[in-house]
């Protein structure tokens, strides 16, 4: 099977070091002549290009695009491909994606690989980056099953666990897990370079360590995708985010109270509550 690959970045290009160690034929297109190279040196891809005519011969075609250039670059794609061929993006917005593209071609299967780093390019390509991670897929109604089975069947091998929902479910569910630590982690950050006393500033910087760096991970990583998911799943983000407006205020009001009975109520019950989203993980 020919897999082919645009965008040769963090995901396309950890995509293709695992394909190409799977026995698939993966043939990648970039913008930038530079990148094709690169991941040809690196193993990441048979064969690349800047043109997506070397796509005419893939049987699967991953669109690694950020979210905004998914729907304009399948719109592209369209002329080069076999009739039968699939394509599947990895955007982390699906309602959007899916409804823009599944008219534009009947093999159309969302996906969205929960699994990433703060780098970016395909210098941070590496093998194994989905392995024992969430993979979902996202068909609709007028998805064809057989093109969903040959997605699920590649996902599965990279050793992913697999997940079906529809679209909708899927972006009101990585709004309170992914999209919304992207927004707090990043105000965190923004609310500790705020301390106008610069010999405070820089001891907090000396003195920043493991807590700090978990908890602004994801705020410090790529800007160019927390704007899109905040564009794409606006309306998911910002109900997750005025739920935890409303949680933060409680917080505020228990501590200006000196309401320690409650504050210690409300830390239990979350020491409890975070095994449950991470018991899959542990």
Known sequence: MNIGIVGLGLIGGSLGLDLRGLGYQVL?????????????ERGAVDEASVDLTLLAAADVVFVCTP?????????????HLSPGAIITDVGSVKTAVVEEVAPLW?????????????????????????SGNPYVLTPVASTPPKAVKVVEEIVRS???RVYFCCPEDHDRAV????????MVSANLIEACMGETNPMVLELAQQLASSGFRDTTRVG??????????????????????????QNLDRLIEQIEQEDWQSLEK?????????SHFLKAVD
């Open 175 to 182: 709004a309170g897990i992914s999209h919304l630590p992207v």
């Open 220 to 245: 410090g990583g790529n800007p160019e995708l927390g704007v899109m998911m905040a564009r794409y799943n606006r309306d998911c983000l910002l109900k997750s985010l005025l739920s935890y407006r």
């Open 67 to 79: 979210i905004a250039a998914i729907a304009f670059t399948v719109k592209q794609l369209i002329p």
């Open 106 to 130: 009947q093999n159309f299967v969302g996906g969205h690989p929960m699994a990433g780093t703060t780098d970016s390019g395909i210098e941070a390509a590496f093998s194994g980056l989905f």
């Open 266 to 274: 409300k830390l239990n019950s979350t020491q409890q509550g975070r």
């Open 158 to 160: 990279l050793t992913s």
């Open 28 to 40: 990648g297109v970039s913008r930038h002549p530079g990148t094709c190279q690169r991941a040809i």
